[in-house]
């Protein structure tokens, strides 16, 4: 009995270190998700930003509210016929006013496109399209930051007084200003969102993690920032990554919890 236990042992121990390297071979070599199936399922989960069909559709209003300003101005204010159309349409409103009432109307539409477009940009920033955002930013604030500043212009031409004619030229050339800019930004802006859209890239982060996988066997790896950078651009990229990080973390976590009080 004594003899046959230490020889079972040996036998026992190896076979058993065996199983175990087995084991734990098959859970490292084993099949894992590629990363082709995981940015698919991302994809699948891409949610597109609803804000191109309002932002196509107020500027085109712009468009709309500067064609029927002009025709106002020339017909109604500075009267190059048509009098008893105006009158009969407007009401015995002056014209001046209705392109003022106009205008308000217009910001107003503005204001709220901006909140709207606010809205679904943070959702995207918070999402990991970081860099998406950046790029937009500037694209949805200017066209609001344009017509408040022709709210300025409106009301300081209305405080001074001046004669009919120059007052109605003057604010006919600060509405046809605002449009140009205002519009092109529009425009710029609904290009870039249905590019986004039509991409259904995924987070930024993801994004990174791929080009690094594909490029560490092409080159080694480099750490810091290369070229020249800006500071306070570097810490706004570092803070974005690292909210995001946070969410996408406390997301996984929550999924975590759910698929193991299912099982």
């Keep these: 009995m004594d003899s046959k236990g230490p020889s079972l042992r040996p036998q026992a121990g190896p076979s058993g270190d065996i199983t175990q390297s087995t ?12 990363a082709d199936a995981l940015h698919s399922a991302i994809r699948r989960e891409f949610q597109p930003v609803p804000t191109t069909c309002p932002a196509g559709l107020l500027a085109l209003l712009h468009v709309l509210y500067v064609v029927l300003s002009t025709c106002v101005a020339l017909l109604c204010v500075l009267k190059f016929g048509q009098e008893e159309v105006c009158v009969n349409i407007l009401d015995g409103v002056q014209g001046d006013s209705v392109i003022v009432f106009g205008k308000v109307f217009l910001w107003v539409l503005m204001l709220s496109l901006s909140i709207w477009m606010q809205h679904h940009h943070s959702r995207v920033r918070s999402r990991g399209y970081l860099q998406f955002y950046r790029q ?16 300025t212009l409106v009301l300081s031409l209305l405080a001074m007084k001046l004669p009919q004619n120059i ?24 290009v870039k969102v249905v590019q ?8 930024d ?18 750490t810091g920032f290369r070229g020249p950078t ?18 996408h973390n406390t997301l996984l976590s929550k999924r975590l919890l759910n698929l193991t009080a299912q099982h």
């Design 196 to 203: 986004f859209n039509k991409e259904r890239a995924a987070p």
């Design 205 to 222: 982060v993801s994004q990174e993690d791929l080009s690094h996988t594909n490029s560490v066997t092409a080159s080694p790896a480099e």
């Design 230 to 247: 800006n500071l306070e651009e570097v810490v706004e990229k570092q803070a974005d990554l690292i909210e995001y990080l946070k969410q």
């Design 23 to 34: 084991e734990e071979d098959s859970l490292v070599d084993g099949p894992l998700i590629s």
């Design 136 to 151: 937009t930013r500037w694209l949805k604030q200017v066209p609001f930051t344009v017509h408040s500043i022709g709210n």
């Design 167 to 190: 007052h109605i030229y003057l604010l006919l050339s600060i509405l046809g200003l605002e449009l140009l800019v205002a519009a092109s930004f529009l425009i710029c802006y609904t």
